[in-house]
């Protein structure tokens, strides 16, 4: 009596026309994989920057100033700044034990 009717339900969704190659997809999926930054220690004021670039805090690369840093300040920002790098340049003098340099320049002394 019952007749039990069966309706096939197809979704339809949309599909993409085109195969994407394994090259395509594994560089869409690079950034997932982003690794850490090798940070070394600026021999100026001993904040990790990243190796061969100058540094952003004391503007210093190779034992020169190559930024100004000071310029971008405010006048009240420019106060404080100069007087942290004073407070370190004291210290400095005073024969505080400074970060030791990278493996690099030691083995050029070899
Ligand atoms: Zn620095």
Not at 44 to 59: D, N, Q
Request: proline letters at 6%; aromatic letters at 4%.
């Amino acid at each position: 009596m019952a007749d039990v009717v069966y309706i096939e339900i197809v979704s339809i969704m949309a599909l993409p026309k085109w195969r994407h190659t394994k090259s395509r997809r594994n560089k869409r999926r690079m950034h997932l994989f982003i690794k850490e930054p090798a940070l070394v220690v600026c021999p100026k004021c001993a904040k990790p920057v990243l190796p061969h670039i100058a540094c952003r805090a004391c503007g210093y690369y190779k034992g020169e100033e190559v930024i100004d840093v000071l310029k971008k300040l405010t006048k009240k920002e420019r106060k404080q700044k100069e007087k942290e790098i004073a407070a370190k340049e004291a210290a400095s003098k005073r024969g505080e034990p400074r970060p030791e340099k990278s493996g690099r320049d030691q083995e050029k002394k070899a």
